[in-house]
């Protein structure tokens, strides 16, 4: 997704077409029914690891087939309770400095630029009140691709780029895929569409899919040609970018855990799967002629995955599941029509990404029976985690400005 930039003149012109027409697209939509609160129902002491066995609470009422677990129901607009936890460190708003991924409690992965009324003057750093260090590589100086959404483990940093378009609604990601060390502090181009297929018309992909990294391989979903169509598939490539990237499945939304990299195969199908690379067997199903999984996240320590109605009025669930105990799963019901999450070790922070209605961002960690609210940002809602869950970063929108802040979740 193309975070929020300054920009002037037609550029401004066009964006704020861009912006009307979305805003009008999700202006008419019905809203979403929420239905009524479920009681929540406490787990079972027996231990599902031993048993294998799902468990289910007959009172985990969903409108569709699933084989994960129901053990647990919450609504987000009814369980949830305001914030009182104030920002730390507050950044942005004028432009010059854009926020994506809170590293640490001190450290922010973002974009930065002394000239931002240029909008092709923005390099990927590492954001902190002592200064800011720019990790723009110069593999490729003729072509500017906008810093956009990273992901971070261990010492490496993983991020997504794309080329700018003034056409409001441009289908083609024209993207490439950077890693930095911070250790040997290098930054290396790993991979772009246009070498991959051979053109620079790479259509966009469905949801906002980040890379994700598994030891020394970083993961990315892309559409790939083939033959005279394109397919979503996903792709691998070695972080140090000594080889080219390799397709590894049909299928979206790569996430990893400690040790197993899992994908969406036909998402918003009929029959929707979670399956795990290099296995046959699925993770979890839906069998719905009007739900699916919508998106997917993991960390070494916890799951989620999002199901969705195509209608567009049933809202959005989210299914959480520890990767130990995979048998006890507990559901939350969001009104907007598709969710974005966060993991940060054992909490997950929700919001509803660049929809204009429902635009509440929430906290949630593992046991509890409510969820935090820490806000609203329209078009922005976006909160994200530190990986190791000891910041989050909030996003504000206001006047068409975005800033945020840095605090402990």
């Not at 294998?52 to 369980?79: C, D, G, I, M």
């Not at 409001?168 to 024209?174: A, E, R």
């Not at 083939?226 to 972080?239: E, G, Y």
């Not at 609203?376 to 990986?387: E, F, I, K, N």
Request: charged content about 20%.
């Amino acid at each position: 997704m193309t975070r929020p930039r300054k920009k002037s003149g037609a550029v401004l012109a066009l964006c704020l077409l861009s912006f009307l027409t979305t805003a009008c697209s999700s202006a008419n939509r019905s809203l979403p029914t929420l239905k009524e609160n479920t009681p929540t129902v406490k787990a079972t002491s027996e231990s599902p690891v031993a048993s294998k066995t799902p468990v289910n609470s007959p009172q985990v009422r969903l409108p569709f087939e699933t084989t994960l677990a129901k053990t647990k129901l919450l609504e987000a607009t009814v369980n949830a309770s305001l914030s009182s936890s104030p920002g730390e460190w507050k950044l942005g708003g004028d432009f010059s400095v854009i926020a994506a991924l809170p590293l640490s409690a001190t450290e922010i992965f973002g974009s930065v630029s002394k000239t931002p009324q240029k909008i092709d003057s923005y390099d990927p750093a590492i954001i902190s009140a002592k200064g800011n260090t720019s990790l723009r590589s110069h593999q490729d100086d003729k072509t500017y691709y906008e810093p956009q959404d990273a992901t971070a483990k261990g010492k490496w940093i993983v991020w997504r780029e794309s080329r700018l378009s003034n056409i409001p609604g441009q289908v083609p990601d024209d993207w490439r895929l950077v890693s930095y060390d911070r250790e040997l502090k290098e930054s290396k181009v790993l991979g772009t569409a246009k070498e991959l297929n051979g053109t620079d018309q790479t259509p966009s992909v469905s949801g906002e899919s980040l890379p994700v990294i598994l030891d020394k391989k970083a993961y990315f979903c892309t559409a790939l040609k083939k033959d005279t169509h394109w397919d979503t598939r996903l792709i691998s490539v070695p972080l140090n970018g000594n080889s080219k990237p390799q397709e590894e499945a049909k299928g979206c939304w790569p996430a990893t855990t400690q040790k197993e990299v899992f994908y969406l195969a036909n998402p918003l199908a009929n029959v929707s799967e979670i399956r795990q690379l290099g296995s046959h067997q699925h993770r979890g199903r839906i069998t719905s002629s009007n739900w699916g999984f919508s998106g997917l996240w993991a960390n070494n320590l916890i799951t989620v995955a999002a199901v969705s109605s195509r209608q567009d009025n049933g809202g959005t669930y989210a299914a959480i599941w520890k990767n130990d105990n995979p048998q006890e799963v507990t559901w939350i019901h969001f009104p907007s029509p598709s969710i974005f999450a966060s993991i940060g070790a054992q909490k997950v922070a929700f919001g509803s990404g660049s929809e204009s209605l429902n635009p509440q961002m929430t906290l949630w960690s593992w046991g509890e029976e409510k969820l935090t609210i820490l806000g609203t940002a329209h078009g922005y809602s976006r909160p994200v985690l530190a990986p190791d869950g000891s910041a989050i970063l909030v996003p504000h929108q206001e006047n068409g400005q975005v800033s945020w802040d840095l605090r402990k979740p």
